[in-house]
């Protein structure tokens, strides 16, 4: 799925090579490439006139078994008139601003029924910070882990404004309230919050304070929950109020919690389990002597290690729950010193199974001791207050464990010595992933090749579509549900890169439509998440240029070789020069670290600043797209494992090796666009997946989708869609001729 990144960026066609017609023309002028000379391209037809059979789910085969047969096939009056009318026609545009959003400039406002009344909340909120004698306080949409998917009942911004967008922070005062959000967001933002809020289009800290500066008189005091703030986010609003002679005051007990009372969802009780041995990359014992000889090779002599994200405590005691949605995590911290170790967790949680791996009952540095999930702060401040040292991840780790170490006995690292260990798996987590990827790639081949059926016949939406993918997954052996809310969209929907259907909220598949499915599985081997774009019709020229362009990109930095510990910020130019080189480009991350039934987006993999450098052993998705505004989007993905290359010099190089296994859409690949190289490249993965997907097809007896992907893994030929090209040239040539209008 797309990474995190900043809003989106809003792309036009300047730039591209191909002609397109002003859409206010009454009658579009002769495309130029009409009135090219033609001598010349006679010899041309004979040079392209390849023994190539079109591809079957499109065109229907020729009687004829002769390969000039099917060459002169193509030239037929109906595929003239799609090649002049249809691939050239200008995407026709789509009208967005009947959106049904507040109006409240009006008297009384405009609400539209999806708009949340919030009156309720703000007042008890209120309330609270009248106790608490504050004249403001910030709600961010995050919880005690710095999670990226939270629980329902962390979702506190989304109770106290109405509005459910996975970004945005809220701030309310004695009289307003506002939301800061990203553009992603702003027209939902819109039809579900009523008046009671302001919406600032901006989500940078300094456009909040200095909104804070304006409403919050001298004096006055801002509160916010330490454990939902970052130590960046706190030294951030703490330097930009420090001169304000207004106070930041942390507040332990979260007040949207206390003003939403007994409606909030309950803590989790769902059992927290051990994973199977076989499922395992090692055994846990051997992950803490591992992280024990980390602290004591450190220079900086660490006596404990913090660990505050959520996988990072999973990964650790190979344990897993279900507390967050799409992830198998559980709220936890773990406390690791020399000689003990404390995990924070709902004990009623753990059954007498899942002690006894723990070995719970005992005391030495090999036996976990279980501590209420709440004791953590106080727990660390005891142990703070010792002649210690506390190394910690700062990336994680919230202000309100920070706030109780003391400077002096603080070891901060962006990241833990879990995360950076968890982010280069071993050759048994390697095979472990690979595995996962075969079987989902089985689940994705049976969805493509029933939409390839069904879309046709106009019975298929986004939602009951995401809905059947979800239910394949969940027949594949080890599944364990989705790894996120799949991006099931068509169309226009598409050019939305975060957008996820729902049951009330959804459109149509179409065959005149390119198709987006950006999707994932959990599964007990192996965490999974590809993105496919599809076109079951005819798509126009400028979609299958940006389909390419994007392919290009993908392959460019999947075939990357690399010094070793290079940073991917420094590659992620491969994954975008094809489209910049026509004046294209995309407004989301390229690529995400991906774990071991753990997170689909696991840091400190990728390719944002943020990264630690590619290593051996890492996952990393690849994933270049392309938007255009309401009309469609293109995602490719794909999970790559970094290996080691193969130089024709001595060195240490890396490259990638593609783990995903699904094939990509030939009917939106222009072959004239590709080099020799990429051709190479696609044909080759094309095969990998035959050798890998297709006996497991054969072995389940799968027999209507080993078909489909053999035919979907046909090598492409080089200069094909020449030959289409000239023969649609001259067709449309021989058209004009007899006074057709094209």
């Given at each position: 799925?797309?990474?995190?990144?900043?809003?989106?960026?809003?792309?036009?066609?300047?730039?591209?090579?191909?002609?397109?017609p002003?859409?206010?023309?009454?009658?579009?002028?002769?495309?130029?490439?009409?009135?090219?000379?033609?001598?010349g391209?006679?010899?041309?037809?004979?040079?392209t006139?390849?023994?190539l059979?079109?591809?079957?789910?499109?065109?229907?085969?020729?009687?004829?078994?002769d390969?000039?047969?099917?060459?002169?096939?193509?030239?037929?009056?109906?595929?003239v008139?799609?090649?002049?009318?249809?691939?050239?026609?200008?995407?026709?545009?789509?009208?967005?601003?009947?959106?049904?959003?507040?109006?409240?400039?009006?008297?009384?406002?405009?609400?539209?029924?999806?708009?949340?009344?919030?009156?309720?909340?703000?007042?008890?909120?209120?309330?609270q910070m009248?106790?608490?004698?504050?004249?403001?306080?910030?709600?961010?949409?995050?919880?005690?882990?710095?999670?990226?998917?939270?629980?329902?009942?962390?979702?506190?911004?989304a109770?106290?404004t109405?509005?459910?967008?996975?970004?945005g922070?809220a701030?309310?005062?004695?009289?307003?309230?506002?939301?800061?959000?990203?553009?992603?967001?702003?027209?939902?933002?819109?039809?579900?919050?009523?008046?009671?809020?302001?919406?600032?289009?901006?989500?940078?800290?300094?456009?909040?304070?200095?909104w804070?500066?304006?409403?919050?008189?001298?004096?006055?005091?801002?509160?916010?929950?330490?454990?939902?703030?970052?130590?960046?986010?706190?030294?951030?609003?703490?330097?930009?109020?420090?001169?304000?002679?207004?106070?930041?005051?942390?507040?332990?007990?979260?007040?949207?919690?206390?003003?939403?009372?007994?409606?909030?969802?309950?803590?989790?009780?769902?059992?927290?389990?051990?994973?199977?041995?076989?499922?395992?990359?090692?055994?846990?014992?051997?992950?803490?002597?591992?992280?024990?000889s980390?602290?004591?090779?450190?220079?900086?002599?660490?006596t404990?290690?913090?660990?505050?994200?959520?996988?990072?405590?999973?990964?650790?005691?190979?344990?897993?729950?279900?507390?967050?949605?799409?992830?198998?995590f559980?709220?936890?911290?773990?406390?690791?010193?020399?000689?003990?170790?404390?995990?924070f967790?709902?004990?009623?949680?753990?059954?007498?199974?899942?002690?006894?791996?723990?070995?719970?009952?005992?005391?030495g540095?090999?036996?976990v001791?279980?501590?209420?999930?709440?004791?953590?702060?106080?727990?660390?401040?005891?142990?703070?207050?010792?002649?210690?040292?506390?190394?910690?991840?700062?990336?994680?780790?919230?202000?309100g464990l920070?706030?109780?170490?003391?400077?002096?006995?603080?070891?901060?690292?962006?990241?833990?010595?879990?995360?950076?260990?968890?982010?280069?798996?071993?050759?048994?987590?390697?095979?472990l992933l690979?595995?996962?990827?075969?079987?989902?790639?089985?689940?994705v081949?049976r969805?493509?090749?029933?939409?390839?059926?069904?879309?046709?016949?106009g019975?298929?939406?986004?939602?009951?579509?995401?809905?059947?993918?979800?239910?394949?997954?969940?027949?594949?052996?080890f599944?364990?549900?989705?790894?996120?809310?799949?991006?099931?969209?068509?169309?226009?929907?598409?050019?939305?890169?975060?957008?996820?259907?729902t049951?009330?909220?959804?459109?149509?598949?179409?065959?005149?439509e390119?198709?987006?499915?950006?999707?994932?599985?959990?599964?007990?081997d192996?965490?999974?998440d590809?993105?496919?774009?599809?076109?079951w019709?005819?798509?126009s020229?400028?979609?299958?240029?940006?389909?390419?362009?994007?392919?290009?990109?993908?392959?460019?930095?999947?075939?990357?070789?690399?010094?070793?510990?290079?940073?991917?910020?420094?590659?992620?130019?491969?994954?975008?020069?094809?489209?910049?080189?026509?004046?294209?480009?995309?407004?989301?991350?390229?690529?995400?670290g991906i774990?071991?039934?753990?997170?689909?987006?696991?840091?400190?993999?990728?390719?944002?600043?943020?990264?630690?450098?590619?290593?051996?052993?890492?996952?990393?998705?690849?994933?270049?797209?392309?938007?255009?505004?309401?009309?469609?989007?293109?995602?490719l993905?794909?999970?790559?494992?970094?290996?080691?290359?193969?130089?024709?010099?001595?060195?240490?190089?890396?490259?990638?090796?593609?783990?995903?296994?699904?094939?990509?859409?030939?009917?939106?690949?222009?072959?004239?666009?590709?080099?020799?190289e990429?051709?190479?490249?696609?044909?080759?993965?094309?095969?990998?997946?035959?050798?890998?997907?297709?006996?497991?097809?054969?072995?389940?007896?799968?027999?209507?989708e080993?078909?489909?992907?053999?035919?979907?893994?046909?090598?492409?030929?080089?200069?094909?869609?020449?030959?289409?090209?000239?023969?649609?040239?001259?067709?449309?040539?021989?058209?004009?001729?007899?006074?057709?209008?094209?």
């Open positions: 799925m797309p990474t995190p990144r900043s809003p989106q960026i809003q792309e036009t066609r300047a730039g591209l090579s191909i002609p397109w002003d859409a206010s023309s009454p009658s579009p002028a002769p495309a130029p490439w009409l009135l090219l000379p033609w001598e391209l006679e010899e041309e037809a004979r040079e006139a390849l023994p059979l079109p591809r079957p789910s499109i065109h229907p085969a020729p009687a004829s078994g390969p000039m047969a099917r060459a002169r096939w193509g030239c037929c009056p109906w595929l008139l799609l090649c002049a009318l249809g691939a050239w026609g200008h995407p026709k545009q789509v009208d967005l601003r009947g959106e049904d959003v507040r109006n409240c400039s009006l008297s009384p406002p405009y609400l539209p029924v999806t708009a949340v009344n919030t009156t309720a909340q703000l007042t008890a909120l209120r309330q009248h106790i608490q004698n504050l004249a403001a306080y910030i709600i961010p949409e995050t919880d005690a882990h710095m999670s990226e998917y939270i629980g329902n009942r962390d979702k506190r911004r109770w106290i109405g509005f459910t967008g996975s970004a922070t701030v309310v005062t004695m009289g307003k309230a506002g939301l800061w959000t990203d553009s992603r967001y702003w027209t939902q933002a819109e039809r579900q919050m009523d008046c009671n809020w302001e919406l600032h289009k901006e989500v940078d800290i300094a456009s909040i304070t200095t804070l500066l304006t409403e919050v008189p001298a004096g006055g005091s801002v509160g916010f929950d330490p454990f939902l703030f970052s130590i960046g986010s706190w030294e951030s609003y703490d330097m930009a109020l420090k001169n304000s002679n207004i106070q930041l005051v942390p507040i332990t007990a979260n007040l949207v919690d206390l003003a939403w009372g007994s409606q909030k969802p309950l803590v989790p009780s769902q059992p927290i389990y051990a994973l199977q041995d076989a499922f395992t990359g090692s055994p846990w014992q051997e992950k803490v002597a591992g992280v024990r980390q602290m004591q090779k450190h220079r900086k002599g660490p404990a290690v913090l660990l505050s994200a959520l996988d990072e405590t999973a990964w650790l005691f190979n344990l897993r729950g279900s507390d967050i949605p799409y992830n198998p559980f709220y936890s911290y773990t406390l690791l010193t020399d000689s003990s170790i404390r995990l967790v709902n004990k009623s949680c753990l059954d007498s199974e899942t002690r006894k791996y723990l070995n719970s009952s005992c005391t540095s090999m036996c001791q279980l501590e209420d999930y709440s004791q953590a702060r106080s727990n660390v401040q005891t142990y703070a207050s010792g002649d210690v040292k506390i190394w910690i991840g700062t990336s994680y780790t919230t202000y920070y706030e109780v170490i003391p400077t002096e006995k603080l070891i901060g690292d962006t990241y833990s010595p879990v995360m950076v260990t968890k982010a280069v798996k071993n050759s048994k987590e390697q095979a690979r595995a996962s990827h075969v079987r989902d790639a089985v689940a081949i969805y493509l090749v029933w939409l390839e059926k069904n879309v046709p016949k019975t298929v939406d986004e939602f009951s579509g995401a809905e059947l993918l979800d239910q394949f997954r969940g027949e594949e052996a599944s364990s549900g989705p790894s996120f809310e799949t991006i099931s969209a068509s169309g226009l929907n598409a050019a939305l890169a975060h957008y996820s259907p049951k009330e909220q959804h459109q149509k598949l179409s065959s005149d390119m198709y987006l499915l950006d999707s994932g599985g959990q599964y007990w192996g965490t999974t590809i993105t496919r774009t599809v076109h019709g005819t798509p020229a400028f979609q299958r240029e940006a389909y390419t362009r994007v392919l290009i990109g993908n392959i460019d930095l999947s075939r990357l070789v690399f010094p070793a510990s290079t940073s991917g910020r420094m590659m992620e130019i491969f994954a975008r020069r094809a489209l910049w080189d026509v004046g294209l480009n995309y407004g989301h991350g390229t690529g995400h774990g071991n039934f753990l997170g689909v987006h696991e840091w400190p993999v990728g390719f944002q600043s943020g990264n630690i450098p590619m290593t051996k052993g890492m996952f990393t998705s690849i994933e270049p797209g392309y938007y255009q505004e309401g009309e469609f989007g293109i995602r993905e794909d999970v790559a494992l970094v290996v080691e290359a193969k130089t024709k010099y001595p060195g240490s190089y890396l490259t990638f090796e593609v783990v995903s296994l699904v094939p990509y859409d030939q009917n939106l690949i222009d072959v004239s666009l590709l080099s020799p990429h051709l190479q490249h696609l044909n080759h993965y094309h095969q990998t997946i035959r050798e890998k997907v297709g006996p497991e097809l054969r072995r389940r007896q799968l027999l209507e080993l078909e489909w992907l053999w035919e979907h893994t046909e090598p492409l030929p080089a200069r094909a869609p020449r030959l289409a090209s000239l023969a649609c040239l001259w067709a449309v040539a021989s058209l004009t001729g007899l006074g057709w209008s094209v």
